[in-house]
């Protein structure tokens, strides 16, 4: 026998209430991605780096970030929080494999890790994703900056990236080859 239900109109998401008393409770899943421009070889020419206002309304330096809803794959979680810090026409090439590059934690105090958000204990899934499309930044993203691995690394573009992020910027530049272990 089936059932009529109402429609959820926002499946996947919780309260902001129940949000903040799960936050509280157990770490939350995130996909980040970081955006590369690659030649004709599939090296990497240009690294993405969004600009942001903070809660607190300074400017800082992000990745692609975002939470994997309930019930969502992983690809459609890339591809979700791709369009919406960098627009529609990004036409970002994911991954073949959800396998992540690395798998970055954040602990809601400083000083415990080198990434943090005072939010939450979070568990982000690290993806290097080319993007051969026209970039628009949506949402929170003010801008997106594209830079040479090279800028990228100086420490002025690390130091100023929120949560710590530079310290994964500079892992994924690593694993990337970009950079001198």
């Not at 934690?105 to 993806?127: M, T």
């Not at 130091?159 to 530049?173: A, K, N, P, S, W």
Request: aromatic share 4%.
């Amino acid at each position: 026998m089936s059932s009529v239900r109402t429609p959820d109109p926002n499946p996947g998401w919780l309260s902001e209430f129940a949000l903040e008393e799960t936050r509280g409770r157990v770490p939350i899943l995130y996909v980040e991605a970081v955006p590369v421009r690659v030649d004709s070889f599939g090296r990497v020419e240009h690294v993405g780096v969004l600009l942001r206002a903070s809660s607190t309304g300074s400017m800082t330096r992000t990745l692609v970030s975002g939470r994997v809803m309930h019930g969502e794959s992983l690809r459609g979680a890339l591809l979700r929080n791709l369009e919406k810090d960098l627009g529609p026409t990004a036409f970002p090439l994911l991954p073949l494999s959800t396998t992540p590059i690395t798998v970055a934690e954040y602990f809601p105090l400083p000083g415990i890790a080198p990434l943090h958000d005072q939010r939450q204990h979070a568990v982000a899934l690290v993806y290097v994703v080319p993007v051969t499309g026209e970039c628009a930044p949506r949402q929170d993203a003010l801008e997106l900056t594209w830079l040479t691995p090279e800028e990228a690394a100086m420490p002025e573009v690390l130091d100023d990236m929120e949560g710590g992020r530079g310290h994964l910027l500079r892992q994924v530049l690593t694993h990337l080859g970009t950079l001198p272990a």
